[in-house]
């Protein structure tokens, strides 16, 4: 089955950090670029992250850089988004999405990406 399961959300007082996962399954992961992108309450999707199939390059949105940190291991499937110094800001429901292509796209559409998961809740407050 070609799906994509995020993991790790939950509730963090500013300053904390959690790890989010997504396993995939049913295509070949390490062909293709991946992305985190996230939602907050009442706006848009926002590109976070992307890494390409290879693990090699990586890009990250302003509002994150220094502060996130994506990886994968092509072994297992998974991808992996370490966020430490979590802002009120950053509360959203992240996605992790598939890009079409090997390189991962900086795009916030959702028609730049061929699967999606259904995504995990991060919520900072004090």
């Known amino acids: 089955q070609v799906q994509l399961v995020e993991s790790g959300g939950g509730s963090v007082q500013p300053g904390g950090s959690l790890r989010l996962s997504c396993a995939a399954s049913g295509f070949t992961f390490s062909s293709f670029g991946m992305s985190w992108v996230r939602q907050a309450p009442g706006k848009g999707l926002e590109w976070v992250s992307g890494i390409a199939g290879d693990g090699g390059a990586k890009g990250y949105a302003v509002s994150v850089k220094d502060r996130f940190t994506i990886s994968r291991q092509n072994a297992k499937n998974t991808l992996y988004l370490q966020m430490n110094s979590l802002k009120p800001g950053d509360t959203a429901v992240y996605f992790c999405?598939?890009?079409?292509?090997?390189?991962?796209?900086?795009?916030?559409?959702?028609?730049?990406?061929?699967?999606w998961g259904q995504g995990t809740q991060v919520t900072v407050s004090s």
């Open positions: 999405a598939k890009n079409k292509f090997a390189w991962a796209s900086g795009s916030s559409s959702r028609d730049d990406y061929d699967l």
